[in-house]
């Protein structure tokens, strides 16, 4: 992981130190030193990359590294004088090597070569898991002529008339020494410490690598932690080494014990919110125990309704046959009563248990079903769900209660809502030419009275059966799934018409959305126009790698530590769409996407199979390859963005600019015509 390391010392001649040889050293060139009449150099297994930064008003000679360090000696020639500043500094090992000197080479120039000095850069890479660069500064500024200036200079102290101050009866007046350039205070070295952070936390962010550095201590952070020691590669590494596995070992012992306190903490919160119910509403849960046949909590609500839909089927088909089922009518409308009020009273207690574990939780931006769930899991996990955490486990949630609300009514696969009316239809078809034989219709079925069916045959009987039952379950699976994309894309387009889209339309939407705006942060029209000009990148290449690991067998999903990533592969559309993404990436062979096409293919079609020989009426309706840019432009075409948009004031305000100019390039065009045609009228130009 990517860890801040900079130091910053000085090579002076007080220490009996050379910056001809500190230069040779750190770039392993062979340099002559003119002052002592002799050569430097230092092997070196592996070559360090090294070159110069020079600023603007720099001699030529500042470029060559030889004649630089010699003039800066030849200049500053004091037995205690400072030849060069410089610091040592790690690089992130997340990057590549022309990443890493991109990184590197930025932050010098702006940081130190703008400001006036030389830069000399050696990156070291004689251990790969250890990349870090020496930099070698000038401590003196160029004139505007390329001559040496001046570090600093003397000042006269004077008195408030501007006249020059004396002490006793000294003759020399007072004065003091002024710096021209400020490249050694402290300040300036806590700056430079601060940029560097931020200069790779930066690239790390546009890389989409979750790691950040700082040069702050724990201490200033607010961390409660021990910190570990920079390793390197000295005498001293195993010392260290030992010692960053005892800190190791502490702080996982420290954050067992730290879990084990919260999970007590929030068990006792989850007991009293969820076992001390109001004396009204115990009593309330008593009856409703008794009336539905099994105990009061969210996944047993879940299994009852479930089976009431299902009894509710089968005894609606009875009441068709002949049979007399007034008596299960009447309990299962009793049972649906109570179901009710069951869900009603849990949804207080959810509300409830929300607002005090989560006081921070957004109700307007929840839906109900998100919170019912979201305290489920709490409850399951003995765990409060805190920051980035809580965020990923909406957005989980919301992904996964349209699978889990199908799932309520149909084990059928659910492809999309093309599928689903190329069934109904199908289905309503089927039906109408079984009924047709009696002179039925499908109207007069909605209206039926027991004992229709009598004059039908017990193979009539069972084709019609299995219709009614394919047809209720299909109507029941389209409000889901219509109330779902309904309350995604409400949130990410307040201002929209949803009402004026086919549900197809929306399906293609909601898929955008889910792939490009999880958070369901409302989208502007710029947002949308960006996307479709220039797709955005939502995963990292490493992320590409993992997604196709998955999609070809090598990886299961959990392994994949993107939870968005997870989500995206669940579902055809979102993952036709990663698919496009990972083709654009340059590190991945197009042959290696390919592949993988032809291995879902394959795996498609078995399962199409499958689901022909055991579901009636089952027709596949496969995702085809798409590109990010040209599914955003079917996604938001024009229809579809004026609906998205329809009470939008700045969209609205876009829409009759556009018209204007393409009013007044009409009239022009126009206007030219008509210039054309008399000018053939006259029979051509004159001159």
Not at 371 to 388: A, H, M, N, P
Request: proline fraction near 3%; charge should be positive; glycine fraction near 4%.
């Amino acid at each position: 992981m990517a860890i801040f390391h900079i130091s910053f010392s000085n090579i002076s001649a007080g220490k009996g130190r050379s910056a001809i040889a500190g230069a040779s050293y750190r770039s392993g060139e062979k340099l002559f030193d003119q002052k002592e009449d002799r050569s430097y150099f230092y092997a070196r297994s592996v070559m360090p990359e090294s070159f110069i930064l020079t600023p603007k008003n720099a001699p030529e000679w500042a470029s060559d590294r030889e004649k630089l360090w010699n003039e800066v000696e030849r200049k500053d020639r004091r037995a205690n004088s400072r030849y060069a500043k410089e610091f040592n500094v790690a690089l992130p090992v997340e990057l590549n090597s022309d990443e890493q000197k991109e990184l590197l080479t930025k932050y010098v120039q702006e940081n130190f070569v703008d400001e006036g000095m030389v830069a000399d850069v050696s990156i070291h890479r004689d251990h790969s898991d250890n990349p870090h660069a020496h930099v070698m500064l000038t401590n003196r500024p160029f004139n505007p002529d390329g001559t040496w200036g001046l570090k600093s200079k003397r000042e006269n102290i004077l008195d408030e008339n501007g006249s020059k101050t004396y002490t006793g009866n000294s003759r020399f007046p007072r004065s003091r020494k002024v710096w021209l350039v400020d490249w050694d205070k402290k300040e300036k070295i806590t700056q430079w410490r601060h940029n560097w952070a931020v200069s790779v936390n930066q690239v790390l962010e546009q890389k989409n690598i979750p790691d950040r550095i700082s040069e702050k201590s724990f201490a200033d952070q607010g961390i409660d932690e021990t910190p570990m020691q920079h390793e390197g590669i000295n005498s001293k590494r195993h010392e260290r080494k030992e010692f960053n596995q005892q800190v190791k070992n502490y702080r996982k012992s420290k954050a067992g014990y730290k879990n084990m306190q919260e999970k007590v903490i929030n068990r006792g919160h989850l007991n009293s919110l969820s076992k001390h119910f109001s004396f009204n509403e115990k009593r309330v849960v008593k009856e409703l125990s008794h009336e539905l046949k099994t105990y009061i909590s969210l996944e047993s609500l879940d299994d009852k309704r479930r089976m009431l839909f299902n009894w509710k089927n089968s005894t609606l088909i009875k009441h068709a046959v002949g049979k007399d089922v007034t008596k299960q009518l009447l309990i299962i409308n009793q049972q649906e009563i109570s179901l009710k009020k069951a869900d009603e009273l849990l949804n207080k207690v959810v509300d409830r248990t929300a607002k005090k574990l989560y006081p921070d939780l957004d109700f307007e931006q929840t839906t109900q079903a998100e919170r019912r769930e979201l305290i489920k899991e709490t409850d399951s996990e003995q765990t409060v769900f805190k920051g980035s955490e809580l965020n990923e486990r909406l957005m989980n949630i919301r992904d996964d209660l349209l699978t889990q609300q199908l799932l309520t009514f149909t084990k059928r696969p659910y492809v999309g809502f093309k599928l689903l009316m190329q069934q109904e239809k199908e289905t309503k078809i089927d039906l109408k030419y079984t009924l047709m034989i009696h002179n039925d219709s499908l109207e007069t079925l909605e209206h039926v009275d027991r004992g229709l069916l009598e004059k039908y045959s017990p193979e009539e009987q069972q084709k019609i059966t299995r219709a009614v039952k394919d047809l209720r379950t299909i109507m029941a699976v389209k409000q889901v799934i219509r109330t779902q994309y309904h309350e995604v894309l409400k949130r990410a387009f307040p201002n929209g018409d949803l009402d004026d889209l086919s549900l197809v339309r929306q399906e293609q939407a909601y898929t955008a959305v889910m792939y490009y705006d999880p958070a369901l942060k409302p989208c502007k029209v710029e947002t949308i126009e960006q996307w479709q000009e220039n797709p955005p990148k939502v995963f990292s290449t490493q992320e590409h790698q993992q997604g196709l690991a998955y999609l070809s067998g090598h990886l299961s999903l959990d392994q994949l530590g993107s939870h968005h990533l997870q989500r995206v592969l669940k579902h055809d559309g979102t993952k036709q769409i990663f698919l496009g993404e990972c083709k654009a990436d340059p590190t991945i062979k197009t042959s290696q996407i390919e592949k993988i096409q032809r291995q879902l293919k394959e795996q498609q079609d078995k399962d199409d199979q499958y689901r022909k020989a055991n579901i009636g009426r089952y027709q596949p309706l496969n995702y085809k390859p798409v590109s990010p840019n040209r599914y955003l432009k079917t996604a938001f075409s024009d229809a579809v963005m004026a609906a998205l948009y329809a009470r939008d004031e700045d969209y609205k305000r876009q829409k009759q600019a556009r018209g204007l100019k393409d009013t007044e390039w009409e009239m022009t065009k126009k206007k030219r015509q008509h210039q054309i045609r008399n000018r053939h009228e006259d029979g051509g130009m004159h001159l």
